[in-house]
């Protein structure tokens, strides 16, 4: 019997499917829970450009495999820039691009965000990093989450854009090997197409979330979360 042609447009291999859960995020934009009350809290807060912001996407094998390998609850990460007069995250997902906060924040698990800031980023910093952010922009997405920015992804992008804008490091490169990938390996290895790159070396959201450059000031004590 021939299939009807709606569903043979549906994505059939792990890295179409995980590309396809990435667009319904970017189209979506909205988790499936909500909390307006910590979006509120967090978009009133005092930002500034250069802010370093941290959520969990929903899950999914891809959320999943980045929170699981890194052991951490954070699995995204973006830039907090001004344009036009208003606030954007730039962020790899799907290829590099410039999301509206408040549409960043819902879309969130949760709606949960923690933010780090680089206490003596300065005006002309800022523009240096304005530069390198827009540089980057329309990079596709790196699901291979290998070394080289002809693809990028998330923390990545801002490891690099602070380093070739200040000469800033934030946090060190973290071999594949010394993270917990044992559990997600069946997952990585189908992303890989091939076996597990043990020796790969990448940036990860949680190593920036503990850089001694950036300040923590959402929450602003260990422990601490939005109510």
Known sequence: MQMPKWFRI??????????????????????????LDRV???VWLEKREGDVVF?????????????????????????LMRRDGDWYVVEALGEVRWTPYVQWVVRGRGSRVQIHRLESLSEAGGGQLR????????????FRYAPGDDEIYCSELVSLAFERAMGIRLAGWERLGDLNWRPHEAFIREMEVGPTPL????????????SPRLKRVLPRHLGQSIP
Request: aromatic share 4%.
């Open 199 to 210: 020796e790969r070396r990448m940036i990860t959201p949680v190593a920036l979330t503990r």
């Open 131 to 142: 530069r390198e952010l827009s540089a980057m922009t329309g990079r596709p997405y790196d």
């Open 10 to 35: 549906l994505p059939t291999s792990s890295l179409a499917k995980v590309r396809f859960a990435l667009l319904v995020l970017i189209l979506g934009g909205v988790a499936t829970r909500v909390r």
């Open 40 to 42: 509120a809290a967090v």
């Open 55 to 79: 959520q969990s996407l929903p899950h999914g094998p891809l959320v999943d495999a980045i929170e699981g390998v890194t052991q951490s609850e954070w699995s995204h990460s973006g830039v």
